[in-house]
């Protein structure tokens, strides 16, 4: 198992599949817990309204209704979707662009075709920055 630098804390651990070490990992799981109660107690509250009553920062909440984990519950937020720039729920793209996105990976059998997609612009720059 390879020792890694905790994306958050910088602090060194052992993992195959995580980025954040157990402790950061624990911290992220009582945030969600916070924040999850108290939009079911508060609904449609907006993302700087969560941070101030929760503690919990706000670019954490995002990352929550990014990955979609906050679907179940109302929150209100603006994010928009990072290919074409349409107001989105969750996530990071919009049910159109993930549709392109996807027909795009499903034909392209080589890097070249992938690198082909990003170049006509079906990801966001920030997309390409993470591979």
Do not use: H, W
Not at 19 to 48: H, M, W
Not at 57 to 83: P, Y
Request: hydrophobic fraction near 35%.
């Amino acid at each position: 198992m390879p020792a890694i630098t905790c994306k958050r804390c910088g602090k060194l651990f052992r993992s195959v599949n995580r980025v954040i070490c157990p402790e950061c990992l624990e911290k992220e799981k009582q945030s969600y817990q916070t924040v999850e109660k108290y939009l079911r107690e508060n609904p449609g509250a907006t993302v700087a309204e969560i941070a101030q009553n929760t503690e919990v920062d706000e670019k954490v909440i995002l990352k929550f209704i990014k990955e979609g984990r906050l679907k179940e519950v109302e929150v209100s937020v603006n994010l928009k979707c990072e290919a074409c720039g349409k107001p989105i729920a969750s996530g990071r793209l919009c049910p159109a662009c993930m549709s392109k996105f996807s027909a795009g990976l499903n034909t392209a059998g080589s890097q070249n075709d992938k690198a082909s997609a990003l170049k006509k612009g079906m990801l966001s720059k920030r997309l390409k920055d993470e591979k």
